[in-house]
Nanobody, 121 residues
Framework: VQLVESGGGLVQAGGSLRLSCAASGRTFRTYVMGWFRQAPGKEREFVAAISWSGGSTRYVDSVKGRFTISRDNAKNTVVLQMNSLKPEDTGVYYC???????????????WGQGTQVTVSS
């Protein structure tokens, strides 16, 4: 599975961004998909994940109520809708694929190259 993120950019605090991850490969629909982010000088952290069917989602507490993860298996895409953005949401956002629902990045087998999100105050 190859993953390519898009949709990052510069936005003011309180604004919104929509990140997309396009996946290649016919097995996309069998993978749990996740989003991670890495802020400057910090370790990469889990943001959100969605089950293969889309029926189950998981979020880190800091984004609950602001971010929404969704997927379209027919189009091989997963989307992270980010609203009410804060400066602390700044970082490189990565899309990843895993065999099961988990927040542990060690369990994700495939990764995209990342897309930069910058939130100004």
């Amino acid at each position: 599975v190859q993953l390519v993120e898009s949709g990052g950019g510069l936005v003011q605090a309180g604004g919104s961004l929509r990140l997309s991850c396009a996946a290649s490969g016919r097995t996309f629909r069998t993978y749990v998909m996740g989003w991670f982010r890495q802020a400057p000088g910090k370790e990469r952290e889990f943001v959100a994940a969605i089950s293969w069917s889309g029926g189950s989602t998981r979020y880190v507490d800091s984004v609950k109520g602001r971010f929404t993860i969704s997927r379209d298996n027919a189009k091989n895409t997963v989307v992270l809708q980010m609203n009410s953005l804060k400066p602390e949401d700044t970082g490189v956002y990565y899309c990843a694929a895993a065999q099961y629902m988990t927040a542990s990045q060690r369990s994700y087998d495939y990764w995209g190259q990342g897309t930069q999100v910058t939130v100004s105050s």
